[in-house]
């Protein structure tokens, strides 16, 4: 922005002379699992107030790279385009985020005129920008993220909870399940499994999600374990979602590099979490040694 | 009896509930969906889910008041049995949700808090911050995944519903999908089908709803043989934040938390909004409405924005069309702590901070009240007879339709916070009917209905992507479409825009047989499934188009102001009452002839059949929507003598 001391000068559009007048747009991307990946560059006019979405949209309706050839169009996730439903988390200039979000303007402040565009690390890549992220579900089912109720039916209101309790657990309801805390986290390694010849579909998933079970929950899930634990019905089974907190994967692995909370789209207090999950996993432990 | 298999389609709130109930119930169920459910567009909803409460019932409040304003504001235009029943369990859906997780705000003493939402003087709207829908759905999401732990259900994540799947005698035994990724086709054998499919917003381009909401599951279904009702019928969202991809929702609880709609007196004043003085506002809602104020329906307040800005020329900005929706008077707080997320939302994407400054909005589209026609089955006090197969239902026996794309509790115009509740309502209660109605199918994917299904899906699908290069990609199509449609089919309509714009949205529908792709791969290809959602948004232009065109009123959110009816002009009692008279007789006569569901075939040659279907108005008679019309109470006066006569007793003698 153009401060008013310099705005002065007469008869000046002082906007245009530091607008660019394109975007250059540098992508990493891969047709399928187990090719290579490749960089394209694109190019695009620039308008004023664009995210990444729009840019993306942009390279789709033109379908063709920077030096004219024609080519697929890029393929990546989206869905709500209001950094509510999680799908487009990707890397940015090399940092994890959401696409919608990420406004052109600001980006040109990192990187003037560009925009660099790769797929999460520590997950398969399915095309281009597109990954599976089937594990951050994975992760939820085992540490049994829900209020085990008894059935759907009519018994009356939920439990009373106190405003403090709600504001306490609200902003870890928010997680959109992005992924973006696992991308940033040193200790969250990324697991590929390729289907085999022959190997049925359902076959695949099953060994995949064995794969899954054994490596670490990610910092989503252990704060879902803590969401849950901390509902009056939820903890009926806090039991349970201990013993996935301190079996393997679980918050051990954690080593305390607090990169999840700095990249967090949603900005959840996911260290607070840990180390409410580590101090409960620690009385956990003990209680059970002395259960024996 | 062997386990029965129910495939539900779309995993939002409506699929996700009924996926839950049927779990429950003991059925196996087959889930599909364009994204991870948990990523479905209910995520979007903000506000909160309506229901009598404690605290409304003791100020006179009741379940039949919750009827009455849902079929007041839809201008009556849906059948009442069906929101009769909505209204009777909305209670305990929400004690259900609150069961489940939800984290619903609270008051200090611990109880679910409530605030007052559009179309209603009763504050009956539980909240969750201002992402009620994100909350509800992932409790929902979250029972779900407890059941596919289970193995009760099976999730096909990234997949697309291309046709229904009939036997020889018309009922529907599964479906073809698509798998998104490695792009395979796959028959899938049901015992029912239940489409839960959402939205069209799509097709008008931008909208508030998320990129998934093309409308094609819907589409597909149509052209199959389901029957379309209410078409015409779009919202059209007062507040929404204009953006170069999307519009986005400025929710309807910013207005229920006091917030409040206003322009400057003078025309485009380039002062900082925070300098003009209280008189040099035009706070024209409230001047307007004195009752509801910021809180009419919906199709009122957006009608209202709309008009100041165009016909009254006092839009805030000179280049585009916005009116201030302000909070800045509000306790920052109380901002953050009840409509924070929604707040975050505008100062993430415009760089503004909506506590220190008001917003500038403008209306977008946002929900569709139409959809595919559903029946159901009354009961002996004028709900719904629950365990009835016949309980939304399409004309196709065995497939079902639930949530935003059924056409049920809504009528011309929904009212804010009704919709997480139909979609839950639906889910969970058309469940047992389901149940009842299911007939066990042995056929798997290698009889001949499914293995012909796939084949002909298979070969649209190559026929698509081996089309010769052309000029016209389907971007730029779905843009064109989506121009027509805004300019023609939202807030004001008028016929011979309307018909231009059939004509022109069909030569478009020509334009797309031939538009190439650039991409005909057969892994994770993008371009070919958006082409063909693009192609099935062709029809149901059509339909809201001809839809829109045939019917000659206003009624919600349909309006045409050739066919307006303007309040009373005199000023004289005698001559007020004489025209309150003719005022009622014209909307006696309307009534006959428009209060009708618009029902919609598929004819062969690609263009809709309209009908139209009268509407059980048993629980509540019609009467004139008077929302802030000049001389509304003389009319309603008059209407309510009238009434009287008509109710009065016949004496025999």
């Known amino acids: 922005m153009i401060s008013a001391s310099t705005s002065t000068i007469p008869e000046v559009e002082p906007e245009e002379k530091r607008v660019p007048q394109e975007i250059r747009v540098r992508v990493l991307r891969q047709d399928a699992p187990s090719e290579e990946s490749y960089w394209q560059q694109f190019a695009i006019p620039y308008e004023p107030n664009m995210n990444v979405i729009s840019v993306l949209q942009r390279i789709a309706a033109i379908a063709k790279s920077q030096d004219g050839r024609r080519v697929p169009p890029v393929a990546w996730d989206c869905a709500c385009l209001e950094e509510v439903c999680g799908s487009c988390a990707m890397l940015i200039n090399g940092r994890a985020r959401m696409a919608c979000s990420s406004l052109v303007d600001n980006l040109f402040e990192e990187t003037p005129g560009e925009i660099e565009l790769r797929p999460l690390t520590k997950f398969p890549v399915v095309r281009d920008l597109s990954v599976d992220r089937g594990r951050i579900f994975n992760s939820l089912e085992r540490v049994k993220a829900w209020v085990p109720v008894d059935d759907s039916y009519d018994h009356g209101p939920g439990p009373r909870i106190s405003p403090e309790e709600q504001e306490d657990a609200y902003p870890l309801t928010t997680c959109i399940s992005c992924g973006c805390c696992m991308e940033a986290c040193p200790q969250f390694n990324k697991i590929e499994v390729v289907q085999r010849e022959g190997e049925t579909a359902d076959d695949f998933d099953a060994r995949k999600q064995t794969a899954y079970d054994e490596q670490f929950l990610g910092p989503h899930a252990i704060s879902q374990a803590v969401l849950f634990n901390s509902h009056p019905t939820g903890s009926m089974n806090s039991d349970e979602r201990m013993q996935a907190l301190t079996g393997r994967g679980g918050i051990q692995m954690c080593g305390n590099a607090q990169n999840c909370v700095a990249v967090c789209p949603k900005r959840i207090p996911l260290t607070r979490s840990i180390a409410r999950a580590g101090r409960a996993a620690t009385v956990w432990a003990i209680k059970k040694f002395f259960d024996r | ?653």
């Open chain 2, 1 to 653: 009896m062997t386990q029965s298999r129910v495939l539900v389609i779309g995993g939002g709130l409506a699929g996700l509930s009924a996926t839950m109930r049927l779990a429950e119930l003991g059925v196996h169920v087959d889930l599909v969906s364009l994204v991870p459910v948990k990523r479905s567009h209910s995520v979007c909803a903000q506000g909160g889910i309506n229901s009598v409460n404690a605290v409304t019932r003791q100020q006179g409040d009741n379940e039949y008041k919750h009827l009455d304003d849902t079929v007041y504001g839809g201008d009556f235009l849906q059948h009442q049995p069906p929101v009769k029943e909505m209204a009777d369990w909305a209670p305990r859906i929400i004690d259900l949700m609150d069961r489940l997780g939800v984290p619903f705000n609270r008051t200090p003493e611990g109880f679910r808090d409530q605030r007052r939402f559009g179309g209603t003087l009763y504050k009956r709207t539980s909240f969750a911050g201002a992402t009620t829908g994100q909350q509800l759905l992932y409790s929902l999401d979250e029972q779900v995944r407890r059941w596919e732990a289970e193995g009760r259900v099976k999730k096909w994540e990234f997949w697309d519903f291309l046709e229904p799947v009939m036997d020889d005698d018309g009922r529907c035994i599964g479906a073809v999908c698509q798998d998104m990724v490695t792009m395979k086709f796959k028959a899938f054998s049901a015992d029912a089908v239940i489409l839960a499919s959402g939205g069209c917003g799509l097709l008008y381009g931008r909208s508030t709803m998320s990129m998934i909401c093309t409308g094609s599951a819907v589409s597909r279904a149509y052209k199959a043989g389901v029957k379309y009702g209410n078409a015409e019928f779009i919202q059209v969202h007062p507040t929404a934040v204009p953006g170069a991809d999307k519009l986005r929702l400025m929710s309807e609880s910013a207005r229920g938390e006091g917030g409040r709609v206003w322009v400057p007196r003078k025309a485009q004043d380039a002062r900082d909004p925070k300098d003009i003085p209280v008189a040099e506002r035009y706070y024209f809602l409230e001047e307007r409405y004195p009752e509801y104020g910021n809180l009419v329906p919906r199709d009122i307040a957006t009608r209202e924005i709309f008009d100041i800005c165009t016909t009254d020329g006092l839009s805030v900005d000179k280049d585009r069309l916005c009116v201030y929706l302000d909070l800045t008077h509000i306790p920052r707080e109380t901002l953050d702590r009840k409509l924070g997320g929604i707040l975050e939302i505008y100062e993430k994407f415009q760089g503004v901070d909506p506590r220190e400054a008001p917003m500038k909005i403008f209306p977008a589209v946002h929900y569709s009240m139409g959809g595919l026609w559903v029946d159901y089955e009354k009961s002996e006090t004028g709900g719904l007879l629950e365990g009835s197969p016949r309980n939304q239902q399409t004309n196709i026996t065995g497939l079902y339709a639930i949530g935003e794309c059924d056409y049920q509790y809504h009528g011309a115009n929904r009212l804010g916070a009704n919709s997480l509740l139909s979609c839950i309502f639906s889910g969970l209660f058309c469940a047992s009917g389901v149940i009842a109605g299911a007939k066990k199918n042995t056929r798997d994917e290698t009889s001949p209905d499914f293995v012909s299904a796939v084949k002909r899906q298979e070969e649209r699908h190559q026929a698509i992507l081996s089309r010769p290069v052309g000029d016209s990609n389907p971007y730029d199509i779905h843009r064109q479409l989506g121009d027509i449609m805004t300019r023609t089919a939202t807030v004001v309509r008028r016929n011979e825009q309307l018909s231009q714009a059939y004509d022109e949205v069909c030569q478009l529908e020509n334009v797309w047989e031939h538009c190439s792709l650039s991409d005909t791969g057969n892994w994770t290809n993008q371009n070919v499934i958006f082409t063909k959602s693009v192609g099935d948004m062709f029809p149901l232009a059509k339909l809201i188009l001809k839809g829109a065109l045939l019917r000659d009123e206003c009624r919600g959110a349909h309006y045409k102001p050739d066919f307006s009816m303007p309040g009373i002009a005199a000023t004289e009692p005698a001559e007020q009452k004489a025209e309150a008279e003719r005022w009622c007789d014209r909307f006696e006569e309307n009534t006959r002839k428009w209060l009708k569901s618009t029902i919609g075939v598929h004819g062969d040659d690609g263009h809709p059949v309209i009908t139209y279907e009268d509407i059980d108005t048993t629980l509540i008679p019609p009467r004139p929507r008077l929302y802030g019309l000049v001389g509304g109470e003389v009319i309603e006066q008059v209407w309510k003598e009238r009434s009287e006569k008509a109710t009065e007793p016949v004496t025999v003698g």
